[in-house]
């Protein structure tokens, strides 16, 4: 990147959900902006990604994590902690997505996605901000929502759910650590182009009619007003904003980057 500045040099971050999407994009921006970076996902291909990063010159590790699991993620930061030094940023990324009518939307989907979307960011918080705490250097706390954090989409009331979630987790902790320095804040992703995003087309297109690969993605992108989907480049600039020295007197707000598709 032609940007300048190393506003990261020293700093670790640790993403969820980064081996691919909009969590490499993340991991990419600060890895960019000297950053100490862990790429962390529930498959093995997140070591690809660490991989990539090293051979740009970055210094990355990938860690294989259950963020639904208390013991996965603790055992997580102590692995940052070991092998990069104490986490300064976390940005909550991991997320999954399932599209079934109601009849048909199981419990045990409900479960899953409840609990890797909104359970999973409270784990990752509430460790990474207790090492926050204890260093007492303050921190910021990033988390993943979704445009369904603003409107809930048909066929998914477990996700928008999951998501609202989000939000309410990301208040109530901004509250709570305000006084200490570590800021918490969240994003709203519109439509970007993502493997998560490439199964939305496929199996809401097949819900709601005759299915044309992409002819859905195509119409929701037309009513884009930007007319275009983002990119995990366009996520990253936020966050990395989010992030930085910039940003210090923000904190519980739901940013939306999604090219003007919800605007509140």
């Known amino acids: 990147m032609s940007n300048e500045a190393k506003r990261f040099a020293g700093k670790v971050v640790v993403?969820?959900?980064?081996?691919?999407?909009?969590?490499?994009?993340?991991?990419?921006?600060?890895?960019?902006?000297?950053?100490?970076?862990?790429?962390?996902?529930?498959?093995?291909?997140?070591?690809?990604?660490?991989?990539?990063?090293?051979?740009?010159?970055?210094?990355?590790?990938?860690?294989?994590?259950?963020?639904?699991?208390?013991?996965?993620?603790?055992?997580?930061?102590?692995?940052?902690?070991?092998?990069?030094?104490?986490?300064?940023?976390?940005?909550?990324?991991?997320?999954?997505?399932?599209?079934?009518?109601?009849?048909?939307?199981?419990?045990?989907?409900?479960?899953?996605?409840?609990?890797?979307?909104?359970?999973?960011?409270?784990?990752?918080?509430?460790?990474?901000a207790t090492r926050m705490l204890r260093a007492g250097k303050g921190g910021r706390l990033i988390n993943t929502a979704s445009g369904q954090a603003r409107q809930g989409f048909v066929y998914t009331p477990h996700y928008a759910a999951s998501k609202f979630g989000v939000l309410g987790i990301t208040q109530s902790l901004a509250k709570e650590l305000a006084p200490t320095g570590i800021t918490v804040n969240a994003f709203c992703p519109g439509i970007i182009t993502t493997d998560m995003w490439a199964y939305n087309d496929e199996a809401w297109g097949k819900l709601l009619g005759d299915y044309k690969p992409g002819e859905l993605m195509k119409e929701w992108v037309d009513n884009i007003p930007m007319k275009r989907a983002g990119s995990g480049k366009d996520v990253a600039g936020l966050v990395a904003f989010l992030a930085s020295d910039d940003a210090s007197y923000i904190t519980g707000q739901t940013i939306n980057v999604d090219g003007g598709m919800f605007m509140s």
């Open 15 to 128: 993403v969820t959900g980064g081996s691919r999407g909009i969590g490499l994009g993340i991991a990419e921006r600060f890895a960019q902006e000297g950053a100490k970076v862990c790429v962390s996902a529930n498959e093995k291909s997140v070591h690809d990604a660490a991989a990539g990063l090293r051979d740009a010159g970055y210094e990355a590790i990938a860690v294989e994590v259950d963020v639904t699991s208390k013991a996965q993620v603790v055992a997580l930061y102590d692995e940052v902690a070991a092998k990069l030094g104490e986490v300064d940023i976390s940005v909550q990324n991991a997320g999954m997505i399932t599209i079934a009518k109601l009849p048909d939307l199981s419990e045990a989907e409900w479960d899953k996605v409840m609990a890797v979307n909104t359970k999973g960011v409270f784990l990752c918080c509430q460790e990474a």
